[in-house]
């Protein structure tokens, strides 16, 4: 069976890590990216890089049928570095993009190539409110306004079209608020926290597992409850400190 992956946003801040982690894990990494200009840092990495824009679908498919790959992780974001508050407005409404449109691509893609699996992100911090820590049957704030309609739209878009399309087996990722390199802070925040690395473990492992379904990614807090994920992938936070170990 083919070990080919492509990872959709692979010079991203979990994408970057986990490109290193597929690689050391025997997978041949086929990683995206929007500009020509990062194609040698993706090669550094270990990665084959795929210059192609998640919103040209016929180059996506094009790149996809040729690569053939076992599965797809779909790490893609549009977010200013550090979440810059400045910035923020504009940002959300271009990674809602990414979510609807961009994941539909990506999906229209691997149906071109024969490909089934797909491993995806999203947010722990989409929840309706209601009695805490959440598990992930619960339900969606989709009744939100603003700035938060725009972002829970975009991602009841992307776990629906990886969740509910035929011949997909879909698993998604609902991480925390990301600390660590390149994300802003190396201090846990948020409701949620989570180490970047140990995002990019929760990926391998759903990858390997070749799992389906919705998990929650977090440290623990009173927000979120990542219990599934311990059971299931045998996802703990410390993982990222095996990465640290490994790269000194």
């Given at each position: ?140 704030d ?13 991602i ?31 201090q ?61």
């Amino acid at each position: 069976m083919s070990k080919n992956i492509f990872l959709a946003g692979a010079t991203g801040v979990i994408g970057s890590t986990l490109v290193k982690l597929l690689v050391d894990d025997g997978y041949t990494v086929f990683g995206s990216t929007r500009r020509e200009d990062r194609a040698d840092y993706l090669r550094a990495l270990g990665a084959e890089p795929v210059v192609v824009d998640v919103f040209d679908r016929e180059k996506l498919c094009d790149a996809l049928i040729q690569i053939k790959p076992s599965a797809v992780v779909h790490q893609l974001t549009d977010l200013p570095r550090g979440l810059d508050p400045a910035q923020m407005a504009a940002a959300i409404a271009r990674n809602a993009r990414v979510r609807t449109e961009g994941t539909g691509n990506l999906i229209a893609a691997m149906l071109e190539s024969g490909c089934e699996s797909i491993v995806a992100q999203s947010i722990a911090w989409a929840y309706a409110p209601a009695t805490k820590p959440y598990e992930e049957d619960a339900e969606l704030d989709i009744n939100a306004e603003g700035l938060r309609q725009v972002s829970v739209g975009g991602i009841v878009a992307l776990e629906q079209q990886v969740l509910h399309t035929p011949q997909i087996h879909g698993a998604v990722l609902r991480y925390g608020h990301l600390y660590g390199p390149g994300t802003g802070t190396d201090q846990p925040s948020g409701a949620s926290p989570l180490h970047v690395v140990a995002a990019a473990y929760a990926a391998l492992l759903a990858l390997r597992l070749n799992v389906r379904g919705v998990f929650n990614v977090a440290e623990e807090n009173a927000e979120v409850t990542s219990e599934k994920a311990r059971r299931v992938l045998g996802w703990v936070p410390e993982l990222r400190l095996s990465h640290a170990l490994s790269v000194q």
